[in-house]
Structures are given as C-alpha cells and as structure tokens.
C-alpha cells in the first residue's frame, strides 16, 4: 500500500471509527436502527466477489440442474411474495455439490446457498422455504454488514483500508489483500445466536407470506437434529446455527406471535 493510500485509511478509519457510534440506520424490514458502515450496492458487490470462494470451498456448483432448479424456484417464490423483493438486494440461490456436509449460507447482498447434503434430508418444498428464508434473513437483516461496521470498529485502519481501497467498476481492486482478508471473513462468517434468533423469526414471515407452512421450520430443525444423532457428530448447519431445541421453541414463539389465530389453511407444507 502506497503512503498516500496508508494516510487515506488512516483518515477513513478515524471516520469509521466516529461514524460506527453516529450513524444509525433504519432497517424497515426488522424494524430496527443498526450501525452499518457501507451501502447495499458495497454488500452486493461483496457478496458477488466472495461467492466463488465459496462455491470453491464447499465441493462447486452442483451439476443437477433439476435440484438447482427446484432451488430457484422455491427461493424465487420467497422473493416474489415478501417484503425481500422491495429490498434492494439481488437474491441468487446456488446448489453446492457437497453430499458431506448438511449446511446453508447467506452472504451479504444477496447470495444464497445450501449444499447438496442438506437439500437431501429435507422432505418437503417447506422445508426448504424454511432454510431459503432463514438466510435471506441474515441478507435483509444485514447481518454480515453489521459484521463488517464492527470489524471496521475493532480492527478500523484493515477495515478502512477494505473500504479505501475497494472498487467494484476497478477489476484490479479484487486483488487488493484487504479485500481478499474481508472476502475471506464473509465466507467463514458465524452470526451470533440473536442474529441467528432473528433469521429464524424473518424466515418464518418470509415462509409464512410465501405460502408454506412455517411450521416445517421446526422440521428443519428435527431432521438436523437427528442427523447429528445419527453420525455422532454436529451438522455444520448447527456450528453456525446453534441451539436447536431452544430454537424449535422460539420458531413456535414465533409462528404464535404472527399468527395469533393459527397459520391459515392450505399453506405448503
Ligand atoms: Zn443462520
């Protein structure tokens, strides 16, 4: 990094550093004030540039077309009949070709994925309403920019520099080892257990509104529950998706609070 660069991010993390605490932003989706230090247009142009090294990470695309498909259009679906689409965010779903691990992501912006493994012990299209809408609830929610604005707070001058230094009309700027630090912090991000709370509440709106049942959450949550069981081990799912009876309970909180009356009939299960 140039001096004049070094001097730039110094200045920008010093701005980073007061505008963490004075800048406050509205979400109209959850209804709260969140410190966000970059746009959506950065989150999209951040999610765009982390997704191959995520797809790289967890085995590439899957090659079934039918299942990515089905992905596509259960997701699309969500998009189509929710608040999501007023956002300006750019939903993609991608089927990851990994038998092996039972797991689902969201990046910021927009970037959606569940591996090949998950998709195959769900037994229903709510099912996968369910793990969809769970993740575009960390993406509307803003999550992983929330993670950033607090990167940039505990380790401003790195995350001024990501800022100060990223373009993304500049192709050369992907290569900046900034970027590809914070790029790398995205793909292997875990939320806390309150965003991971809230996704959980989003997705049973966004299924809920979408016309599945939110109730096959909870199935999610069982079938994860029992492939743990089964192998001896913890799904990825539940490392960066904790507490799944706590959840189970909140999930059914959840569906009680926004629908007092009992979810309507004929919902998808
Ligand atoms: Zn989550």
Redesign the pocket.
């Known amino acids: 990094m140039s001096r004049g660069r070094l001097i730039i991010a110094i200045v920008i993390a010093a701005i980073a550093l007061i505008g963490y605490f004075a800048k406050q932003e509205y979400n109209p989706i959850t209804g709260e004030k969140q410190h966000i230090g970059i746009t959506p247009e950065q989150e999209i142009a951040l999610g765009l540039q982390a997704a191959p090294e995520m797809e790289q990470q967890y085995g590439g695309l899957s090659p079934d077309s039918q299942s990515q498909a089905l992905v596509d259009k259960v997701g699309q679906r969500i998009v189509s009949s929710t608040k999501a689409k007023e956002t300006p965010y750019k939903f993609e779903f991608h089927l990851l070709d990994d038998d092996n691990v039972l797991n689902?992501f969201?990046l910021p912006g927009g970037q959606v994925f569940i591996t090949s493994g998950l998709l195959k012990k769900l037994q229903t299209e709510g099912q996968l309403a369910g793990v969809l809408g769970?993740?575009m609830?960390?993406v509307v929610a803003r999550h992983g920019a929330e993670h950033i604005a607090k990167t940039q707070l505990t380790q401003g001058l790195t995350g001024a520099a990501v800022i100060a230094t990223y373009d993304p009309n500049n192709p050369n700027s992907r290569y900046s080892a900034a970027v590809a630090a914070l790029i790398g912090q995205l793909v292997s991000l875990r939320?806390s257990r309150e965003?991971?709370l809230q996704?959980d509440k989003l997705g049973v709106r966004f299924t809920g509104e979408s016309g599945y049942d939110p109730h096959a959450m909870i199935g999610v949550m069982e079938i994860l529950d029992a492939a743990s069981k089964g192998q001896g081990r913890q799904p990825e799912f539940f490392s960066?998706?904790p507490n799944p009876d706590h959840r189970i309970e909140r999930i059914q909180e959840a569906i009680k609070e926004i629908y007092p009356q009992g979810v309507p009939e004929g919902l998808t299960p």
Do not use: K, R
């Open positions: 689902a969201a769970h993740e609830g960390h939320f965003d991971e996704a960066t998706h």
